[in-house]
């Protein structure tokens, strides 16, 4: 097991927590407009090395949100990350932010979806759609099945009534995230099921940032750039059918 700080600036809510042996044992985080909640990262970042190393906990490695997102979210997150590796001689650990926003849905037992009276409990057979917000009818979506296996990869999407179709002709699919709230009227198939209240935040990034730990999943320091930068930014907004 490891002991991993968290660092989540993809959206409006920024994000810090510590992950020991599996267990979150420090986490804040705090909300702005437009990316202002990352002003908050720095201090957030200094009580998380208080706190650890109050308690004499030497940390293992560095795990950042590495997009899609906020361009200037994501560039503070990871400039922070950056930092802390060098200085503190740190391994560093990218947890794609869609992925992230999974793992909460996986973690409930039952989840509250949208015109539905009761939780209810996700089918085997479901497929996740994370969406962030782009703009107008915009935004950066993926498929997973419930292993986190991607059906589809990363993509930005201008969302139509037929965008999700081929999926939700086969099975289930449950959309969240900032970027689903909007297409709730446009997305009309008895197979779409939306769930509110998801959002990609630090203490959710240790069951991804551990396991890639385990399997010496490390980043460059010196030459790792989030997706924006990446090939995520030669990705442009299409129809899929």
Known sequence: ??????????????????SEDGQCIFEQEAHG????????????VDEALSFTDNHAIPFDAVSV?????SYTGLRIGVSMAKGLCYGRDLKLIAVPTLELLCVPVLLKEKV????????????????????????????YAALYERSLKAVRPVGADIV???????WLDERPVYFFGNGAKKCMEVIDHPNAHFID????LAKWMQPIAEK???????E??????PFYLKDFVAIKPKKLL
Not at 33 to 44: F, H
Not at 114 to 139: F, H, K, Q, T
């Open 220 to 225: 460059d320091v010196a030459y790792f750039v």
């Open 212 to 218: 890639r730990f385990l399997n010496g999943q490390y």
């Open 160 to 166: 139509t009534a037929d965008t999700y179709r081929p």
């Open 197 to 200: 209240g998801i959002e990609p």
């Open 112 to 139: 509250k979806v949208a015109g539905e009276a009761e939780a209810v409990a996700l089918p085997d057979d479901a497929l996740l759609c994370p969406m962030l917000d782009a703009r107008r009818m915009e935004v």
């Open 65 to 69: 949100s590495c997009g899609p997102g």
């Open 1 to 18: 097991m490891a002991c991993i700080l968290h660092i989540e600036t993809s959206t409006n809510a920024c994000s810090v927590a510590v």
């Open 33 to 44: 407009e437009k990316g202002a909640g990352a002003e908050q990262l720095g201090t957030m």
